[in-house]
């Protein structure tokens, strides 16, 4: 019997903390003295209401739950942010249709950064700020803010990246879960401090350099300015953001280390060190070709090439030049990037590098296994040996996630657009980065889709931020089973 008193507890606290945001976003908005005040205060107001309706006092024998109360309660989460976040989008008027409101709030929430505005310079400070907000929140882990205030689960033992399978034993910050929440909150809330200093120091309005930390840490992508970070002009700005996206895309925990001065973590880690050799590797490569065959000064080839890789990589999405104009050789390396993602445990989307690192791995050994079909040869990472059935789980994700790319490419291909901007597209929103290849490239938005388009690429944004089994689950008849 699925527990739903502990599940509507959980999403009425969850409505509460998103009407406190939205009260956070009603000050920006009275700051600059806008009308769209009152549509944070009228959204705050729907918001913290509903959630103290259905808040519903437990019994300790009813704080009891299992692995469906589980998967509800995470998927649920995502769906109710967005949900209630179109509401200072349509109150407002700033977005007019419902589709499209809820497509920008799942891109927020769930770090994708695929946008339907058209003119995003037009729209109240308020607005904007609580678009790259909902980055922010969906970047730390909408779960993980719930954690540290709900009491019914304490011991509810989800890590950061609770549905994916990081590979390694974690580094436990702290014992506790709700303690170790907050101490990674407070680590993202002091990062994303130094950027907004370091990027007003370059100057870039502080407004701006508020909003653009939020989105860089989150990897999400969304931008104040209708060129994104091409309007600034600045390498200065651009070095900061690339810093900060590459440290976004790595795992929280080893920024905690490093932060304390323990780099023998991050040296020491499997992951980490391929996260760093994918990101160098490609760099040189994306710089010689910018440099040898498009004509970049070494510079500038140097700069637009490390600032676009590691923004696809860490499946950020921001962008300064119109990488559709660079060749078809480095489409295809963005492309191939497309599927990699951060490290497990940051805020990125994509595949994840530990998966990569482990399938590349399996790969070496299956071969030593054909020669030696009866020996033992396992698969290493570290000091510590990767059990044969985890390896299968992760090729099952790794096939399932190919699927629901190539499905989604034929549904977007049906739409009438061509085979790269589809296979693009369903990529980018598998992978949360954003903008694509082909037609919904750098300096365009997603307005053009029909509105069952947008639809369908929400649901696809919300299978990639929660790892494709976490959601599919619900499709499955064993989980209604008792």
């Not at 995003?120 to 970047?139: D, K, N, Y």
């Not at 954690?147 to 950061?160: D, E, H, R, W």
Request: overall charge positive.
């Amino acid at each position: 019997m699925i527990n739903f008193r502990l599940i509507a507890r959980a999403f009425s606290l969850v409505l509460i903390v998103e009407g406190l945001f939205m009260l956070v976003s009603a000050g920006v908005s009275l700051l600059y003295h806008e009308h769209a005040a009152s549509s944070f205060f009228y959204s705050a107001l729907i918001s913290i209401v509903t959630g103290v309706l259905v808040f519903t006092p437990l019994r300790n024998e009813e704080r009891i739950f299992g692995n469906r109360e589980g998967y509800i309660i995470v998927t649920g989460i995502w769906l109710i942010f967005s949900i209630f976040g179109t509401l200072p989008f349509l109150i407002s008027g700033s977005i007019k249709s419902f589709g499209d409101a809820f497509f920008e709030s799942m891109s927020g929430f769930t770090t994708t950064g695929a946008t339907i505005l058209r003119d995003i310079e037009s729209m109240p400070h308020g607005i904007l700020f609580w678009r790259s907000l909902t980055q922010w929140l969906g970047g730390i882990g909408i779960i993980f803010i719930s954690l540290s205030v709900f009491p019914a689960f304490k011991s509810f033992n989800i890590q950061i990246s609770a549905s994916e399978f990081s590979g390694q034993p974690a580094d436990k910050i702290h014992p506790r879960i709700k303690d170790a929440a907050k101490r990674l909150v407070l680590i993202y809330f002091f990062i994303t401090v130094i950027e907004i200093v370091l990027l007003s120091l370059g100057g870039m309005p502080i407004f701006d350099a508020v909003c653009h930390s939020f989105s860089t840490l989150s990897t999400g992508g969304f931008s104040t300015r209708n060129n994104g970070i091409a309007a600034f002009h600045s390498p200065y700005i651009m070095i900061v953001i690339t810093v900060f996206m590459f440290i976004a895309g790595t795992n929280m925990t080893l920024i905690y280390f490093g932060l304390k001065g323990n780099f023998k973590k991050l040296i020491g880690n499997n992951e980490f060190v391929f996260y760093l050799l994918i990101c160098f590797v490609f760099i040189v490569l994306v710089s010689l070709i910018l440099y040898l065959k498009a004509g970049f000064t070494f510079g500038k080839a140097l700069l637009d090439g490390t600032f676009h890789v590691i923004s696809i990589v860490t499946t950020t999405g921001f962008y300064t030049q119109d990488h559709n104009l660079w060749g078809n050789t480095i489409l295809i390396i963005f492309f191939i990037l497309m599927f990699t993602g951060g490290t497990s445990g940051s805020s990125s989307g994509g595949i994840k590098i530990v998966r990569l690192l482990l399938v590349t791995k399996n790969s070496r050994q299956e071969m030593k296994r054909l020669i030696h079909p009866n020996a033992f040869i396992p698969v290493h990472l570290g000091e510590r040996i990767i059990p044969q059935s985890t390896i299968y789980n992760l090729l099952v994700f790794i096939t399932l996630y190919f699927f629901v790319m190539c499905f989604g490419t034929f549904i977007i291909s049906f739409m009438g657009y061509d085979l790269i901007t589809s296979f693009s597209t369903s990529a980018s929103m598998l992978g949360n980065i954003g903008p694509g290849l082909g037609t919904f490239g750098p300096f365009t938005n997603y307005s053009a889709l029909p509105m069952a388009g947008k639809w369908f690429l929400s649901v696809m944004m919300l299978l990639g931020r929660l790892e494709l089994l976490t959601v599919m689950i619900f499709f499955s008849r064993s989980f209604y089973r008792n």
